[in-house]
């Protein structure tokens, strides 16, 4: 991982690990060791959007703090994730807003699905404890972990 992008590619600039470790330290004293590993899956990357950061550092104050002051943290970070979207979502090949014109059957296949957030790390405690075993029942590596 070389360069950090903020908004464009115009905006790049090269990644700081003593500035990403005291942002984190001013939420929650994270170690190194727990440090450089999370950033270790993220050095094949040339660039990476400063928001991919953000949550990983969420995640790190999650594990060694509480949710609470993970929730602060994004939440100081979240202008960088830019402008809110309505979600759209791609169920069995439909791209859809809402599921307002759905059947019956549709909507309970929906509901049977395995949801995956984004950001998980910034929720309630049962709530990530649900979804980490959700994932491991599913076999996938869990985020947060």
Known sequence: MKNIIYFDASDAEKFDYDRFKN??????????????????????YENLHVSRLVETGACLIAKNSDEATAKKYFEANEQYFGSKFERLRRITGYLVGTLDRWNDGKKAEEKARVKHSVNSSIDDAARAKRLEQQAVAHNIAYACA
């Open 23 to 44: 942002s984190l330290n001013s939420y929650a004293k994270v170690p190194d060791n727990d440090i450089k590993a999370a950033l270790k899956e993220l050095d094949n």
